[in-house]
């Protein structure tokens, strides 16, 4: 469980094919004795689990695993070394909740539509998948790439909006994004079970927690 509160951006050093997967390397600014084996980090939304770490030159390197589920549901398929990532760390007890409960589960891609400047802060538009599309409410939560963000407005036509402020823009990698790039979206949880409660199909998506 998480929060949508990004802690670290961190690097993917390596990005290399094994038996079918997708094995990351990814350095980060955690200390080592921080990360311990079979830890789970969120990644710009998608919880992984680690498999392998050491030290590096601003604090940790660890390794994480993507099989082929995850790569066809995420934008972990475009990852290659060089690509900055958003990290969070898992939730613990007595934590503070500052951001809302995310799960680290993608429920669809979305694309980015327009980045248009306001004042000092930038408003997104962003294009989710069709079957997602009316779980995004005006003044809900909804994870982007794994940042936890309140929707500024949902669009008759299906897209929705977000504005970012200055502090959220420099210490995640939203800024790093341009008009046709792609995003992982996580709904609200709430509006998950809302659905179910009111018998209407709620999303699955795939348990990309690998």
Same mark, same amino acid.
């Given at each position: 469980? %998480?929060?949508?509160?990004?802690?670290?951006?961190?690097?993917?050093?390596?990005?290399?094919?094994?038996?079918?997967?997708?094995? %990351?390397?990814?350095?980060?600014?955690?200390?080592l004795e921080d990360i311990a084996m079979g830890a789970s980090v969120m990644h710009s939304g998608v919880c992984l689990t680690v498999v392998d770490m050491g030290q590096a030159e601003r604090?940790?390197? %660890?390794?994480?695993?993507?099989?082929?589920?995850t790569l066809s549901k995420t934008v972990l398929g475009e990852w290659k070394a060089g690509s900055r990532v958003n990290l969070e760390q898992s939730l613990k007890l007595g934590d503070e909740l500052g951001g809302h409960f995310v799960f680290g589960h993608v429920d669809g891609v979305g694309?980015?539509?327009s980045i248009e400047p306001e004042g000092q802060s930038w408003r997104l538009t962003i294009r989710p998948p069709a079957e997602i599309a009316r779980y995004f409410a005006t003044k809900g939560s909804a994870s982007i790439?794994?940042?936890?963000?309140?929707?500024?407005?949902?669009?008759?036509?299906?897209d929705f909006q977000i504005a970012i402020i200055p502090h959220t823009w420099e210490v995640t990698t939203l800024s790093d994004l341009t008009p046709g790039a792609h995003v992982n979206l996580e709904i609200d949880m709430l509006?998950?079970?809302v659905a179910r409660m009111i018998g209407a199909d709620a999303p699955e998506g795939p348990s990309t927690h690998v």
């Open positions: 469980m %998480f929060t949508g509160l990004v802690t670290d951006v961190g690097t993917v050093r390596k990005a290399e094919p094994r038996n079918g997967l997708i094995r %990351f390397e990814v350095e980060s600014g955690y200390p604090g940790a390197w %660890f390794a994480v695993e993507a099989v082929p589920e694309e980015v539509v790439n794994g940042v936890s963000l309140t929707v500024a407005a949902a669009l008759p036509n299906g509006a998950r079970y």
